[in-house]
């Protein structure tokens, strides 16, 4: 009986490094791919002027960065498993990876947010055609990121759900404004972007919740 406990053991962990060798090479290339956006963004942003370009560039970047936390979570959790005086828990670090994204998108939820109700209050002129390119672009590649990501929930862990929500949480708010741009251009309704942009904060700040009551659970192990 104690052999047969020993035996399943291996088995599930022979399978959890298959996930998250799995899971780290997803990572790993969504990660090329926001980073080749955002350099190409902020080149032709710099290049034309264009703010809106600009300022999606350098909004790519901090995608980039927690992006780039869970591509190193799987990273790490590789090399120390490989290590035979290691006697952590490994899954700590993919909880502690998600934890610190989950901040990361309640941080960025709350900015957008703000920015969008100062806008409200403040609207400015928009250049619709260059904006509507910048989303479409941005969702796009967010709806390419999320299909990479894609993962069986069964088999996940709050690292790889971290990585996932920012892309869906991108593809989101860049949906919204193509909607709201969209809208506000034909009729006029300039409030419909900032309405847009509102709405989407509002769901992201109740999927990062989650995500850090999740990973926190793991984390004190509860």
Same mark, same amino acid.
């Given at each position: 009986m104690f052999s047969f406990y020993l035996i399943l053991q291996f088995l599930i962990v022979l399978d959890m490094k298959h996930?998250? +060798?799995d899971f780290e090479s997803k990572t790993r290339w969504v990660v090329y791919i926001t980073a080749i956006v955002m350099v190409v963004? *902020? &080149?032709f942003g710099l290049r034309t002027g264009s703010m809106a370009l600009l300022a999606d560039g350098i909004h790519m970047g901090s995608h @980039?960065?927690?992006l780039g936390l869970s591509w190193? =979570?799987?990273?790490m959790v590789r090399k120390l498993s490989g !290590?035979? +005086?290691?006697?952590? /828990?490994?899954? !700590?670090?993919?909880?502690? =990876?998600? &934890?610190?994204?989950g901040l990361m998108l309640l941080i960025f #939820?709350? @900015? $957008?947010?703000w920015e969008a109700v100062h806008r409200l209050y403040n609207p400015v002129e928009i250049n619709f055609v260059e904006a509507l390119i910048v989303a479409v672009v941005g969702f796009f590649v967010n709806i390419l990121s999320a299909f990479i990501l894609k993962h069986d929930h069964h088999h996940s862990d709050n690292n *790889?759900?971290? =990585? &996932?929500l920012h892309v869906i949480a991108d593809a989101l708010t860049s949906f919204t404004a193509i909607v709201g741009l969209t809208a506000a251009m034909i009729w006029n309704i300039i409030w419909l972007d900032t309405l847009g942009a509102i709405l989407s904060s509002l769901v992201i700040i109740r999927w #990062? @919740?989650? $995500? $850090?009551? /999740? #990973?926190?659970? /793991?984390?004190? +192990?509860?």
């Amino acid at each position: 009986m104690f052999s047969f406990y020993l035996i399943l053991q291996f088995l599930i962990v022979l399978d959890m490094k298959h996930h998250h +060798n799995d899971f780290e090479s997803k990572t790993r290339w969504v990660v090329y791919i926001t980073a080749i956006v955002m350099v190409v963004e *902020i &080149y032709f942003g710099l290049r034309t002027g264009s703010m809106a370009l600009l300022a999606d560039g350098i909004h790519m970047g901090s995608h @980039v960065l927690a992006l780039g936390l869970s591509w190193f =979570a799987y990273f790490m959790v590789r090399k120390l498993s490989g !290590k035979e +005086n290691f006697k952590g /828990d490994t899954s !700590k670090i993919l909880s502690l =990876a998600g &934890y610190s994204s989950g901040l990361m998108l309640l941080i960025f #939820s709350f @900015v $957008l947010m703000w920015e969008a109700v100062h806008r409200l209050y403040n609207p400015v002129e928009i250049n619709f055609v260059e904006a509507l390119i910048v989303a479409v672009v941005g969702f796009f590649v967010n709806i390419l990121s999320a299909f990479i990501l894609k993962h069986d929930h069964h088999h996940s862990d709050n690292n *790889i759900r971290a =990585a &996932y929500l920012h892309v869906i949480a991108d593809a989101l708010t860049s949906f919204t404004a193509i909607v709201g741009l969209t809208a506000a251009m034909i009729w006029n309704i300039i409030w419909l972007d900032t309405l847009g942009a509102i709405l989407s904060s509002l769901v992201i700040i109740r999927w #990062s @919740v989650i $995500l $850090l009551k /999740d #990973s926190g659970k /793991d984390l004190l +192990n509860l």
